[in-house]
């Protein structure tokens, strides 16, 4: 009851009543709960038992792979959506290939007698990425459908090259549906400026599947 009145007397006043203050974590200091977390990042801490006693202790967040940072390594699969990527490689070059596979692909023209060859004043070269999918899902499905999951390669820059959903080659990775459990393997082809005489060794897989977010996964190229 006293509480009470000497509270009501403090408002009456205007007299501000001091909050109860809690003692910021630190790491090594005193915690009450058992894997209870402080933070975030790399200022994260956790509540440990050290020598029988429980205290915060440093965890900072790992960086997860296939982050831009961390990117997968080429050969290691990755899970995005609802199926696992594995870059297998890369080939530059295939300029003569992809005009003979078809004349109406971008950067290839006629000769005199009709034959297919490559346009001599296209700006690009043709490149592809070979790439295998495993399908997580329970239907049967498309591991690069069109709008939801895009593939891109990193120019110096830092910006992206999308890749040629378009183009019409062997082994086009675009064309695959694969049942559940199933896998698969095809290219990813791309138009690279010749302009640009490198590229960072790295490809993005943006997957859209979801109508709120984005995911963007990291894949590290080695050639």
């Known amino acids: 009851m006293k509480r009470i009145v000497v509270i009501g007397v403090c408002l009456a006043l205007g007299i501000a ?4 203050s809690f003692a910021a974590a630190k790491a090594g200091s005193k915690c009450t709960k058992l894997n209870s977390t402080s933070g975030s990042g790399a200022a994260k801490l956790t ?13 900072p967040a790992s960086n997860p792979m296939g982050t831009a940072s961390n990117p997968v390594p ?24 992809i005009c003979e596979s078809n004349p109406f692909n971008d950067g290839c023209d006629y000769d005199d007698d009709l034959n297919s060859i490559v346009d001599p004043d296209s700006t ?7 790439v295998t999918a495993v399908n997580k899902s329970k239907v049967i499905a498309k591991p690069a459908s069109l709008f939801v999951k895009t593939f891109s390669l990193v120019l110096p820059n830092g910006q992206l090259l999308g890749s040629e ?35 960072k060794s790295l490809l ?20």
Do not use: H
Not at 17 to 20: N, R, S, T, V, Y
Not at 47 to 59: A, I, Y
Not at 214 to 223: A, G, P, R
């Open 17 to 20: 009543i001091p909050a109860p």
């Open 47 to 59: 509540c440990k038992t050290v020598n029988k006693k429980l205290v915060w202790v440093k965890t």
């Open 74 to 97: 080429m050969g290691t699969a990755l899970t995005v959506g609802d199926f696992s990527y594995r870059l297998d490689g890369i080939e530059f070059g295939l300029d003569a290939e």
């Open 124 to 130: 690009f070269n043709w490149a592809a990425v070979t």
């Open 165 to 199: 959903i378009f183009a019409l080659g062997e082994n086009d990775f675009s064309q695959l549906q694969v049942i559940p459990g199933g896998s698969g393997s095809g290219r990813i082809f791309f138009q690279i400026p010749k302009a640009i005489t490198t590229l």
């Open 204 to 223: 993005v897989i943006r997957d859209s599947s979801s109508f709120t977010s984005t995911k963007d996964v990291y894949f590290k190229l080695e050639w």
